[in-house]
DNA sequence: CATGGTTTGTTAGTCAAGCTTACGAACGCG
DNA sequence: CGCGTTCGTAAGCTTGACTAACAAACCATG
């Protein structure tokens, strides 16, 4: 049953760029196959797959690989294949304390170029200039054509990929659509760093149609993908979660409550209570924290009936005793039919995640493959 | 930015289905127009417009209502209203304990015509003879055509409109719509109770893109859309929230654990407690259970950044002290940005929403209106 | 080794559904 | 009373999917 309301008008032209979509996803997620296996896989026509084939094949997004190996009755399939190298997105990851990261991104998630540029702290047009500078020397660098920029920052993005808020960097109104825009004559596609996390272990990693990421990092946010799409709520703060109060009796937070989730379970925060506590409690002090999270994460897990939850973060911190306790508390908050199915997993400390899934704001939106 | 995987292909036909049901759901809502006007309001051309309308014409879905009032320069606008009952369809209600409620609904969510059933305590197929029965004496009743049949029910349902399982009613398994289907000649949509309160509430009371309702009956359950579709989790157990643990040191519960928010919220359990602790404690014993709920209720609008929460349930207990307490305790857990757009009300006891709801199955999949 | 069955990919033609262009009908206004 | 405006429709175009039919290339088999 599928509930959703219409809202625009449909061009036989969206059918097309729906039905080419359709191709290049099946073609990047189960590989190169025939004409006819496309056919197959997609419900179209031969007829309707190859004149598709021709138009993809003459933009260079496939190319024709020869007959397939092995015997087989019939005239020999000739393969296609996804050229994930037919376009590079240039993706930047400003999530990171010190550092602001960017690559080139090919279209099945490889990393094919990485650079970085020291920010330590610098925030509003410094920080802004940072991230220009890196993209400029990422499209210098490319020997391919660039599809687009695709940015992963954390705080509040919205729909235009405006920058609402972003405490860590002093940003509030900041549009890096435009700003990229002005000095780059390519497509910009912005998104929330924990957002674009799920994005890529949706894409490159099936993770299911339906979970939850929580990057545990200087901050504590959230990534939800429902029914195969990102959520972003209507005020785009899906996924804020650090300043949810998990322990009203706890420490004081800089947004004026106390125990919020990012003091308990933030990696400065983490790690100064295990220095505090020694090495002899420190699997006490990490089972205490991912309780906490546990509290926090149980009745997400009801109420979307998530089967699947990943953490993201140092591995040395979210491996483990924290992991662990978390899993087994939300497993204990929920009903057994709900809980039951769930895997609680560690995506270890995967930077290039967020990376990758800002390159999948731009395939998604130019390409329509995720 | 809309993030959604590719999945099928797309013909012309789902095409002229789209913009069919664009036009049905612009009348709906937004009452009767010109051909002009819908042309402006979908974005389709005046002569698109206008073959669309002969068509629906000529099923009856829409009436030529004559010329618009007042005067205007230019040819009158020949105004075009959605014939409501063009088509009747009928509802049923499973989630009460004592009686099932079933109704002929117009196609504006109008409760054309009620009828009821007691059960008291029937399961398995006397509960389903009764459904059946119902069902039975609406289709009798009809004096328009019938669309469909639409059943919402207590449990968890698949997609396929099959009950997994429902406890109250001692169903595992039960293929409603092969079971309905036989002996009526309609299509049968089959969907969870909260969920249908959901529908409703978010086609015909305006309640947004993002929302989540809880129906706190003999039960608890939530209903959730996100992004103007119904969230149902991968193995169709969203919203099953009453066997969430709000305190692990309460009172034992049927499902073996203790606290569970069913225990502390559900409206038996909630009247006992009322009655031990007499009308001078009532406004606290409310209170107390308003405050687990935000507690349950905090980290899901967090997570997902809702901006509205709607309770359904007895008008004496869910309103006042409940409501309030139960608002006050989610703001004072969520972040400032994230809480303060939150709404939380109540939508009394009005148990025509499951009906209207049941009903939105139906419309949405026959005619895409919603 | 010729023949037949199978699979592939393409060619030719059909059909559906949107679009643009153009026009008559009906109105208010100067 | 003519003029501009708006509405709805008619005619023809374009896109993009489909079906039907066929040539090419392979295996199996007598």
Redesign the interface.
Same mark, same amino acid.
């Given at each position: 049953?599928?509930?959703?309301?219409?809202?625009?008008?449909?061009?036989?032209e969206?059918?097309r760029r729906?039905?080419r979509?359709?191709l290049l996803?099946t073609l990047l997620h189960d590989g190169a196959m025939s004409r006819a296996d496309l056919a197959r896989e997609?419900?179209?026509t031969r007829v309707t797959v190859s004149d598709l084939v021709n138009e993809l094949s003459s933009e260079g997004l496939i190319d024709e690989l020869g007959p397939r190996e092995g015997a087989h009755v019939g005239k020999p399939a000739q393969l296609i294949g996804l050229n994930v190298n037919a376009y590079h997105v240039v993706s930047l990851d400003l999530s990171g304390d010190e550092r602001f990261v960017g690559a080139l991104v090919a279209i099945d998630g490889t990393v094919v170029h990485r650079l970085d540029a020291p920010v330590h702290g610098a925030t509003g047009d410094d920080a802004l200039s940072t991230a220009l500078g890196l993209a400029r020397d990422l499209v210098k660098r490319s020997t391919v054509r660039v599809l687009g920029i695709g940015i992963g920052t954390p705080g509040?993005v919205d729909?235009e990929?405006i920058v609402i808020?972003a405490p860590n960097l002093d940003w509030a109104g900041i549009d890096l659509p435009q700003t990229f825009g002005a000095e780059f004559d390519l497509p910009v596609?912005v998104?929330n760093d924990a957002n674009a996390a799920a994005?890529a272990l949706?894409s490159y990693h099936d993770a299911?149609?339906?979970f939850?990421v929580i990057e545990i990092e200087h901050g504590a946010g959230?990534g939800?993908i429902?029914?195969? +799409?990102?959520?972003?709520?209507? %005020?785009?703060?899906?996924? /804020?979660?650090?300043?949810?109060?998990v322990d009203?009796d706890g420490e004081p937070c800089v947004?004026g409550?106390r125990g919020c989730l990012e003091q308990v379970v933030a990696v400065p925060h983490l790690r100064e209570r295990l220095r505090r506590a020694g090495a002899q409690r420190r699997a006490s002090v990490l089972a205490d924290a991912g309780r906490a999270l546990g509290y +926090?994460?149980?009745?997400?897990v %009801?109420?979307?009936?998530? /089967?699947a939850v990943v953490l993201c973060g140092p591995a040395d911190l979210v491996e483990g005793p924290f992991l662990d306790s978390a899993a087994a508390t939300v497993r204990?908050?929920?009903?057994?039919?709900?809980g039951e199915?769930l895997t609680m997993s560690a995506a270890g400390d995967d930077h290039d995640l967020v990376l990758r899934g800002s390159a999948?704001?731009v395939l998604?939106?130019e390409l329509?493959v995720?």
């Amino acid at each position: 049953m599928t509930l959703l309301r219409v809202t625009s008008k449909a061009l036989p032209e969206h059918n097309r760029r729906h039905n080419r979509a359709l191709l290049l996803q099946t073609l990047l997620h189960d590989g190169a196959m025939s004409r006819a296996d496309l056919a197959r896989e997609s419900g179209l026509t031969r007829v309707t797959v190859s004149d598709l084939v021709n138009e993809l094949s003459s933009e260079g997004l496939i190319d024709e690989l020869g007959p397939r190996e092995g015997a087989h009755v019939g005239k020999p399939a000739q393969l296609i294949g996804l050229n994930v190298n037919a376009y590079h997105v240039v993706s930047l990851d400003l999530s990171g304390d010190e550092r602001f990261v960017g690559a080139l991104v090919a279209i099945d998630g490889t990393v094919v170029h990485r650079l970085d540029a020291p920010v330590h702290g610098a925030t509003g047009d410094d920080a802004l200039s940072t991230a220009l500078g890196l993209a400029r020397d990422l499209v210098k660098r490319s020997t391919v054509r660039v599809l687009g920029i695709g940015i992963g920052t954390p705080g509040v993005v919205d729909g235009e990929g405006i920058v609402i808020s972003a405490p860590n960097l002093d940003w509030a109104g900041i549009d890096l659509p435009q700003t990229f825009g002005a000095e780059f004559d390519l497509p910009v596609h912005v998104g929330n760093d924990a957002n674009a996390a799920a994005l890529a272990l949706h894409s490159y990693h099936d993770a299911g149609p339906d979970f939850m990421v929580i990057e545990i990092e200087h901050g504590a946010g959230a990534g939800l993908i429902i029914g195969n +799409a990102l959520v972003t709520g209507g %005020a785009f703060t899906a996924g /804020e979660i650090g300043h949810l109060v998990v322990d009203p009796d706890g420490e004081p937070c800089v947004c004026g409550r106390r125990g919020c989730l990012e003091q308990v379970v933030a990696v400065p925060h983490l790690r100064e209570r295990l220095r505090r506590a020694g090495a002899q409690r420190r699997a006490s002090v990490l089972a205490d924290a991912g309780r906490a999270l546990g509290y +926090a994460v149980a009745p997400v897990v %009801a109420a979307l009936g998530l /089967e699947a939850v990943v953490l993201c973060g140092p591995a040395d911190l979210v491996e483990g005793p924290f992991l662990d306790s978390a899993a087994a508390t939300v497993r204990s908050l929920t009903l057994a039919g709900t809980g039951e199915g769930l895997t609680m997993s560690a995506a270890g400390d995967d930077h290039d995640l967020v990376l990758r899934g800002s390159a999948v704001f731009v395939l998604s939106a130019e390409l329509g493959v995720s």
